[in-house]
């Protein structure tokens, strides 16, 4: 089976800034079909770098993709995403998508921080199930729209770490569905949490490492849409999966 991804040219049509930290991109792009996950990503290529990295769709109709890229301290991305880009070509791959809602699902709870927050909106957006969201976001402009007001939502402040917010949820007693991102070490411990103490089946949550805190720029990104379907091809579950891809990620900082 291959794994190489389909890729498309875009052309940034508009960049517009949500809030200090989060930058919109609308892309124009030919032949681009969602996958209709609400979690799905494509790999992003910027020009004059050859280096992926990961973004969700947070919409895609008419030829129009878009995307919510978060611009932190120093990144390749971040870097050229701080800058005007409208009229710059990139390179996206097919969309992939993790989320995977269980039949008898009741609710969903969603956790994450700003990278997250994308993936989040969407999932709050289209699955029709009472919905509560934790997100760390920093940047008040987007506490206010950003997310469906359908969603409960409870803004954490920097200092409430997301491990301790999970350890700290009141879980209900009926079947739903746990989804969250945000930094790759932190993922680790809170899959752990949930599979350990919580008991949770695999197939009730999903937990991804998004990005990794590390001293300087990554060296290279990992694609997880290889590791993503030679996984489901043998059978693993999500959570096994994005295991997997942390130590993938993990291996590719070492190398
Ligand atoms: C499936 C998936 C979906 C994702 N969706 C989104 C999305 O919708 N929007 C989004 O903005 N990101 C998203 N991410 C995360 C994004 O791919 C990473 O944050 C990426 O590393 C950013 O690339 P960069 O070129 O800006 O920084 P890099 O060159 O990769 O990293 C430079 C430095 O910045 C640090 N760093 C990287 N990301 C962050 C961060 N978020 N906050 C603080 N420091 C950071 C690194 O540790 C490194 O030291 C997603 C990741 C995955 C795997």
Redesign the pocket.
């Known amino acids: 089976m291959s794994t190489r991804a389909q890729q498309f040219d875009a052309v940034v049509r508009r960049r517009e800034q949500l809030s200090p930290h989060?930058v919109r991109l609308t892309l124009g792009v030919d032949g681009f079909v969602s996958t209709g996950i609400p979690?799905e990503?494509v790999g992003?290529v910027?020009p004059g770098q050859f280096?992926v990295?990961?973004?969700?769709?947070?919409s895609c109709a008419d030829g129009q993709l878009v995307?919510?890229?978060?611009?932190?301290?120093?990144?390749?991305?971040?870097?050229?995403?701080s800058r005007d880009v409208v009229g710059d070509t990139v390179v996206v791959t097919e969309p992939?998508g993790?989320f995977a809602l269980p039949s008898d699902a009741e609710w969903l709870m969603l956790v994450g921080?700003?990278?997250?927050?994308?993936?989040m909106a969407r999932i709050a957006e289209t699955v029709d199930l009472p919905t509560r969201v934790w997100a760390q976001v920093a940047d008040a402009e987007l506490h206010e729209g950003y997310l469906p007001t359908r969603a409960e939502v409870t803004w954490l402040a920097e200092h409430e770490g997301l491990a301790q917010t999970v350890e700290g949820l009141d879980w209900p007693g009926t079947p739903g569905y746990f989804w969250m991102?945000g930094?790759s070490a932190d993922m680790r411990a809170i899959r752990k949490h949930l599979m350990r103490d919580r008991k949770l089946a695999a197939s009730a949550y999903d937990v991804?490492?998004?990005?990794?805190?590390?001293?300087?720029?990554?060296p290279r990104?990992v694609d997880?849409g290889p590791i993503y379907r030679q996984g489901k091809a043998a059978g693993l579950s999500d959570e096994e999966i994005w295991a997997k891809?942390d130590e993938a990620q993990h291996q590719g900082s070492q190398a």
Request: charged content about 25%; aromatic content about 14%.
């Open positions: 989060l979690d990503w992003l910027v280096q990295r990961y973004y969700t769709v947070r995307l919510d890229v978060v611009v932190h301290e120093v990144g390749l991305v971040t870097e050229w995403a992939k993790s921080d700003l990278t997250a927050l994308p993936a991102a930094e991804m490492g998004y990005w990794r805190r590390a001293a300087q720029r990554q990104a997880p891809y």
